[in-house]
Nanobody
C-alpha cells in the first residue's frame, strides 16, 4: 500500500507563487515509475497538470507550460510542483497521484486547495 500526502496549498494573489509537496510512504518501490499532479474544480472534470516518470521525463498541460515545474526528490520520496505566475484559473484542489505507468494512477492523495485571487 502507498500513502500520498499533499501540502503547500494556500491562498495567493495572482502573479504569485506556491510550491506543492507530496510525500509518499508505504510500499513505494514502484511509485516512482510515474507520478503526477492533477487538479479539479467543482463541476469540472479532473485535469492532469503535469507528470514525471522514472527517467525524469516530464509532461505538462498546455495551460501551465512555462509557469509550473514538476520535480521529485527520490531520497525523500517527495514530489513537488512549483507554480509560478499563478492565475485565477489555476485555483483548484490539487491532487498527487502515482502508479506503475503514466496514465495508470492507482494511488491518490487527499488534495491540497489552491486559491488565487486577483
Amino acid at each position: 500500500q502507498v500513502q500520498l500526502v499533499e501540502s503547500g496549498g494556500g491562498s495567493v494573489q495572482a502573479g504569485g507563487s506556491l510550491r506543492l509537496s507530496c510525500a509518499a510512504s508505504g510500499n513505494t518501490y514502484y511509485v516512482w515509475y510515474c507520478m503526477a499532479w492533477f487538479r479539479q474544480v467543482p463541476g469540472k472534470e479532473r485535469e492532469e497538470v503535469a507528470s514525471i516518470n522514472n527517467q525524469g521525463t516530464t509532461t505538462y498541460a498546455d495551460s501551465v507550460k512555462g509557469r509550473f515545474t514538476i520535480s521529485k526528490d527520490n531520497t525523500r520520496n517527495t514530489l513537488f510542483l512549483q507554480m509560478n505566475t499563478l492565475k485565477p484559473e489555476d485555483a483548484a484542489m490539487y491532487y498527487c497521484a502515482a502508479g506503475p505507468f503514466c496514465g495508470d494512477f492507482r494511488y491518490w492523495g487527499q488534495g491540497s486547495q489552491v486559491t488565487v485571487f486577483s
